[in-house]
């Protein structure tokens, strides 16, 4: 068991609690937030547990003795709170993305090598049953090695707050989660990225919540395409893929993994039993990694070329041109 500090407890933050407290591998001993009334509904939400509540980070971190700070707040604060935490001898786990801007996210990288502690990105969407049965007939070569691929994520969402002022609201917000399963699920990084977005007339967001992304993955080539705004029938929240390979397709349609055949037969693909997934298998992850002695998944170290394909997209949106990861992209 692992003592928790959760920093940040608004909106996603109180689901974030909910497994927390009932997770027998985790023990929250302290919740932070800067808005008092937040905290209110995590004293509500803790019950009769003893947990101490603070408005700073640094305080709570200099205070309590803890293994790992759970922080759920917005982007920009995450490079600032990582720091903190690990000047104070946490792990740090995060909720995506890794920072606001690449400039960030790159000095939090170089930040944390002279730490032991890790930080890790909370990249949950590779926990589900669906993608790892995606991912394990992808390894056995089940359509054959996969040359190229699309992938397809259309809803419309709407989240007020800070999302709707972001400029490339898809890209910086959302996208990650579908580039970081690409290279999970391909075992590949991304080389080139060309990326463009647009503000459809409907749109409620003040920026671009469409976007289209060609990505060269190693030698695969990546058609992805991604709306907040859809006017159209929705996917899931993982999108719909279809990766391509000689002897047929390995899909993902309506959260269903199936092998699809030269002559359109189409065969299921087995859906493994997981215990826990999703977020707490996120979480339990790097506890389970941290008692193992092992580097935890999703570490900055691997998550950072999953951030390095947000960067290069909105790069690309702003030169009108396509970006070479190797040579413009380094860390």
Not at 231 to 236: A, V
């Amino acid at each position: 068991m692992k003592k928790i500090i959760q920093v940040g407890t608004g909106g996603f933050g109180s689901t974030w609690l909910e497994i927390l407290k009932d997770d027998p591998q985790t023990d929250v001993v302290a919740i932070v937030d800067v808005v008092e009334e937040n905290l209110e509904k995590a004293k509500k939400m803790m019950g009769t547990k003893e947990v101490h509540y603070y408005l700073n980070h640094v305080e709570a971190f200099e205070q309590e003795e803890a293994d790992i700070a759970v922080v759920i707040t917005p982007p920009q604060t995450h490079k600032q709170i990582a720091m903190d935490a690990l000047e104070n001898n946490l792990h740090v786990f995060m909720e995506k993305p890794l920072a606001h801007t690449k400039e960030e996210a790159d000095a939090l990288y170089e930040l944390a090598k002279n730490y032991e502690q890790y930080v890790v990105v909370s990249q949950n969407y590779r926990y589900r049953p669906e993608i790892q049965a995606i991912k394990q007939a992808v390894e056995q070569q089940a359509a054959g090695p996969i040359e190229y691929a699309e992938w397809n994520f259309q809803r419309a969402s709407k989240f007020g707050g800070w999302r709707d002022n972001y400029q490339e609201i898809i890209i910086e917000d959302m996208s990650i989660h579908h580039f970081d399963l690409l290279r999970y699920i391909l075992g590949k990084n991304a080389d080139t990225v060309y990326a463009k977005s647009m503000r459809p007339s409907w749109s409620w967001f003040k920026g671009n919540p469409t976007a289209s992304v060609l990505i060269n993955m190693e030698g695969i080539l990546v058609n992805y395409f991604a709306s907040w705004v859809t006017s159209g029938p929705e996917t899931s929240w993982n999108g719909e893929c279809k990766l391509y390979g000689k002897q047929g397709v390995i899909a993902l349609i309506n959260d269903l993994p199936v092998i699809i055949k030269p002559n359109g037969e189409e065969q299921s693909i087995p859906v493994p039993d997981m215990k826990r997934q999703d977020r707490a298998f996120s979480i339990n992850e790097m506890i389970s990694a941290i008692e193992g002695g092992r580097e935890p998944d999703n570490v900055i170290s691997d998550n950072i070329h999953s951030f390095h394909i947000v960067s290069a997209s909105l790069e690309s949106i702003k030169l009108k041109r396509e970006i070479n990861l190797k040579e413009e992209i380094s860390c």
